[in-house]
């Protein structure tokens, strides 16, 4: 007989809010986690990561001060400085992941390492107990991988589980891979002091989002003197730190130390997923349908261990979805088209939904898509930021399925896009609903303001709307 309703495996993300809501409904529920409640969110993920690029942010805007008519200042960086900053943001976040909350929310917490043993059953690493659950919450997350570059191992790598761990800036630092994670912390140590190469093996950065933005990023870096080098790999790391570049942009540097952003894997091995009967997908993840069900009756998975869209909020959603569909065998599921994501790179770069490519690939010319470029928006230029523009995709009937922002706080702008996106609502929409002026949200509102003009507003209406306006004339005159 099972113990229990729920058993969920990692208290990160996913297994947090698994756990919090089951033992808030009632359920008998039980989270398994390692290492510290909170996973890589709180301890090496997005917590630490924006705290960083807080301190890196402010020390551009000092030394780019004249920008704005003051004397620029050249900041006084002390890493370990920064690093109690990020430790201080961390504790004050801490309680909120706390096992005392998961408990008082009424879930039991095991610190200990799972393992499948069977369907629905799991065994403690540290003393072999036995736990059998109606359900299982897979939430264990995914960790960094590394390259089989030769040499790189012995180069003690840093990645973003054991960056925080710096207590001196690095000189010299190489990272290796320009998705978000390699974009976010190589401008960041740029803007610190660091003499950063940024090496991306495709021919762009950022190479999710459409072209431009991986352009204007790379431009960006550039300007900000990171050596950007697109369409190159890492090919050797020899001792003393020379590291040998091959493809677009070859050459051999010199480095103190090599940070490695270069994806991630899902945390599958080791876990007896195959003694579960939990398949995997070829790029090693849980097998999930959109409720959450993995190919094991009563197993379900959530986070970054499923491959899709790895990002906390998205995590979130799953482990409620996949909660709710396992305890009570509902059919909810997750649609991932309106779920928008941020890359907190200076500009943001928030997006849901279709790309403009995406969409004239689907729709052709019958695709809508209306831009408009920070420079025609009265805060970017106010603030003198105006290297951006916001995107908005449409299907051939004019409804909202994708936006781009590329702006100062897109990240703020990006959730009513979502929002819109979600219900499928007319570009019209936005632009009936009032904004407040000056805000970074009009790029997106104004874009659609400049699409109708561009529609409607044309010598055809002129033509039809003259003749009404004069007759209107005539009639005002004689009454
Ligand atoms: C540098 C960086 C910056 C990021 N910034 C953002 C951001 O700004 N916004 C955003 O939305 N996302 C961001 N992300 C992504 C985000 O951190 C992840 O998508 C999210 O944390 C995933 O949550 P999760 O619950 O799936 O996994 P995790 O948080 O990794 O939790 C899994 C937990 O399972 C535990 N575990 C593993 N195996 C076992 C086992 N066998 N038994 C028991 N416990 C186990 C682990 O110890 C861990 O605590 C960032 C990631 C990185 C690396
Ligand atoms: N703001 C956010 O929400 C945020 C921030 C950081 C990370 N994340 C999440 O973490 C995940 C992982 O991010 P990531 O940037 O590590 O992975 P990624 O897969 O997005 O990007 C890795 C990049 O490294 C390149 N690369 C791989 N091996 C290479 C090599 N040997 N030489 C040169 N380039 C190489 C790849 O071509 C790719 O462009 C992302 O998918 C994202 O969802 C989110």
Redesign the pocket.
Known sequence: MADLDLLVLGGGTAGLVSAVIAGGLGARVALVERDRTGGECLWT??VP?KALIEAADLAHRMRRADRVGLAPVEPAVDLAEVMAHIRAAQRAIEPHDAPERVRAAGAEVITDEAVFVGPRRVRMKSDGRAVTARCVLVAVGSA?EL?P?PGLAEAAPLT?DTVWGLEVLPARLLV???????C?LGQAFARLGSQVTL????PRLL??EDPDVGELITARLRDEGVDVRTS???TQVRVGGRVRLTGGQPGEIDTDRILV????RPRTDGLGLPEAGVALTDRGAVRVDTRMRTTAPGVYAAGDVTGE???THVAAHQAATATLNALFWLPRYVRYLPMP????TDPEVARVGLRAAQARHRWGDRAVVARLDLADVDRAVAAGRTDGWASLVADPSGRLVGATVVAPSAGEVIGELAALVARRARLTELYRTVHPYPTYALAAVDAVGEHLQRRLLTPTTRRLVRPVLAALRTAARTS
């Open positions: 993920g997005c990561s960094p390259p570059i973003s290796l891979g320009g998705g978000p994670v390699g976010e090496v991306e093996r495709g190479a999710r190159t790999e890492v952003a270069g994806g991630r869209l790895p990002f994501y941020v890359v907190f």
